[in-house]
């Protein structure tokens, strides 16, 4: 089974930075996609970034220009870093990890259980 844990979550001032570190583990042959969603209190869960096995990246809108995805193939890592941090980004954020798994010839996505981000002055 894989297992996806995540880090780097805390409180922080508008206009801080924060960078966030989401780790898989477990009996992977090869992960594709990576990425991040978030879910504020009350709010659907929204996409934030991604980034594919070839190091192409995807970001919302809401966050383009501040946050940056990337990731370490040799670590089985994804992380993003947040910088000029608002408001509205509190939320708890989750991971996620297209893993293959020995032995099975398909792409499961692994979703990390979840680490708060939340800015406040």
């Known amino acids: 089974q894989v297992q996806l844990v995540e880090s780097g979550g805390g409180l922080v001032q508008p206009g801080g930075s924060l960078r966030l570190s989401c780790a898989a583990s477990?009996?992977?042959?090869?992960?594709?996609?990576m990425g991040w969603y978030r879910q504020a209190p009350g709010k659907e869960r929204e996409f934030v970034a991604a980034?594919?096995?070839?190091?192409?990246?995807n970001y919302a809108d809401s966050v383009k220009g501040r946050f940056t995805i990337s990731r370490d193939n040799a670590k089985n890592t994804v992380y993003l870093q947040m910088n000029s941090l608002k408001f509205e980004d509190t939320a708890v954020y989750y991971c996620?990890?297209?893993?293959?798994?020995?032995?099975?010839?398909?792409?499961?996505?692994?979703w990390g259980q979840g680490t708060q981000v939340t800015v406040s002055s």
């Open positions: 996620y990890a297209e893993v293959l798994l020995r032995f099975i010839s398909r792409f499961d996505r692994n």
């Open positions: 980034i594919t096995s070839g190091g192409i990246t």
């Open positions: 477990g009996s992977i042959f090869s992960i594709n996609d």
